[in-house]
């Protein structure tokens, strides 16, 4: 009796431990699928002439003085593109360069406007203005 008991509980204990294993495998299955990089695109926008801004990078922190709108160099796309990993830590600073611009006539849009803004795979998650001189837009989230 106690070696039918005995062979009971281990198969008891086996069949727990398979479906354990293949709940486990599902929901790795499942993040499998969730592609592991996003493309993440920077965009710095406005009415002022020039902005020195600060971005994250999946290499680094890169600082370049640019102007408004922001291009890529080659491409002449708007907005710097980045593919980085899921999850990433995504920033961008743009200081408005505080230049006078003179198209402007009313003194209170001498230096313009610059916004910042922070796309993930097509839906923007950070969006951010300064009106003032030397006044800064920041942007950051997540990837």
Do not use: H, W
């Amino acid at each position: 009796m106690k070696s039918i008991l005995a062979v009971g509980a281990i198969a008891s204990a086996t069949l727990l431990s398979l479906s354990a294993c293949s709940s486990g495998s599902s929901s790795t299955a499942a993040s499998a699928a969730r592609p592991s990089t996003v493309k993440v695109l920077y965009e710095v926008d406005g009415t002022a002439t020039g902005a020195d801004i600060t971005l994250e990078t999946g290499d680094g922190t890169s600082q370049q003085s640019v102007k408004v709108p922001l291009t890529g160099k080659t491409s002449g796309n708007r907005g710097l593109t980045f593919v980085m990993q899921r999850g990433s830590f995504v920033y961008i600073s743009a200081q408005n360069k505080g230049k006078m611009n003179p198209s402007f006539t009313s003194s209170s849009d001498f230096y313009g406007t610059v916004t910042c803004r922070i796309t993930v795979d097509g839906v923007v998650i950070s969006e951010n203005t300064t009106t003032s001189q030397y006044g800064i837009a920041t942007c950051k989230g997540t990837a």
